[in-house]
């Protein structure tokens, strides 16, 4: 598995950002796929996954609302439109495919992770 991600930017608080993450080895189709991030000085924390088939998303309560996570088996690639950005939103965002077929929240449950792909928002 050779994951992606790309779509960061600066962007203003308020604004949108949609990241994408393309699996370039197409193995990831019957898996799970998430998204993490990481600001300087904190430890990387969930923020959205999606079941194999897309029929099923979970979010953390910090992002939900504003965030909708998304994929296209089809192109191997996972999404997260990110609308009504905030400061506290600034962090490295990082793609990941599951050991399961199930969406999670848990790091653990994550085998193969992207290089991140930087979003600063400025307020």
């Known amino acids: 598995v050779q994951l992606q991600a790309s779509g960061g930017g600066l962007v203003q608080a308020g604004g949108s950002l949609k990241l994408s993450c393309a699996d370039s080895?197409?193995?990831?189709?019957?898996?799970?796929l998430g998204w993490f991030r990481q600001a300087p000085g904190k430890e990387r924390e969930f923020v959205s996954s999606i079941s194999w088939r897309g029929g099923d998303t979970v979010y953390a309560s910090s992002v939900k609302g504003r965030f909708t996570i998304s994929r296209d088996n089809a192109k191997n690639t996972v999404y997260l439109q990110m609308n009504d950005l905030k400061p506290e939103d600034t962090a490295v965002y990082y793609c990941?495919?599951?050991?399961?077929?199930?969406?999670?929240?848990?790091?653990?449950?994550?085998?193969?992770w992207g290089q991140g792909t930087q979003v600063t928002v400025s307020s």
């Open positions: 080895k197409r193995t990831s189709s019957n898996n799970a």
């Open positions: 990941a495919v599951s050991r399961y077929s199930v969406r999670s929240s848990s790091r653990e449950d994550y085998q193969y």
